[in-house]
């Protein structure tokens, strides 16, 4: 456990939750306007651990933004296309009740591919670097996140299997949720669906190799003698990254703020009763390069 100094008076310690990502940081109330080495240190942490859990914030979404802000650009424009709702400080709402007066209303399409594991806007041609993401309000029971290190995922690979996927890429593309869940509407030449992206497999983070995935806008592994063989190589990656050594599930409480590294991971949101209620608030930091 360590001690680290954040203005002002503050103190914070960490734990860690997994041997190599997600690290729990208590004390630090983000609320409060943090100095630049504080950011810094935040900075490095969730380059090293991926995931940083800042337990009892309970953040409005204006503080959420404000929060986010530290790190870079929140100004991340979503597609014109699907449920996307009109955000607020740059933060979006999720979940299955409406702003005004608390209605119910059906889960999407669009929000039943977070089940799928996944990375945050892989199919910009600059992906997001950061996500941010608040409990407001979650069921009696299940809705947890699972995060899964890509880096650690990379690193446990055979040497040649290495070798072999150097030169793989993949088409990011978002038509192709359509692939993974049928009930979202038909996608054609609308000019607001963002065009398909290619991606390396393996890219490097801060100077670590790691696998770069996306289970719901790729389904298969380019640069591979067909088709069927880039699939059955996509799955078995897919299989290998959210195997249990590098999985860590985050069971939420009220007020918990999850600030995750989206270059090193993928995440997915696991399934609840839908009739019960569950609310977040999500903000996002601009990728500064694309994948390399």
Partial sequence: MATKLAPPEQTFTTRKVHPTIGLEISGLDVSKPLDA???AELTRLSSEYKVLIFKEQNLSSEQLGVFAQNFGDTKQIPPKIG?????????????????????HVEVS?????????HTDSSWRPIPTWLT???AVEIPDKDGDTGFADMQAAY???PEEKKAFLADKHMVHSWRTLRHYQTDIAAMGDDENVPPPMTHPLIRTVDGRKSLFLNGHVCYYVGGMPSLEEGEALFRELIDHATSQPFVYQHKWTVGDLVMWDDRSTMHRA???????RRVMHRAEVCGTEPPK
């Fill in 109 to 117: 399409g669009y929000a039943k591919v977070a089940r799928f594991w």
């Fill in 83 to 103: 449920n996307n709702r009109e955000r607020q400080h740059n933060v979006s709402r999720l979940g299955n009740q409406e702003e005004a007066g608390a209605k």
């Fill in 132 to 134: 941010f993401l608040t």
């Fill in 37 to 39: 080495d504080t950011i």
């Fill in 270 to 276: 696991m399934p609840w009763d839908y009739s019960q």
């Fill in 155 to 157: 690193e446990a690979l």
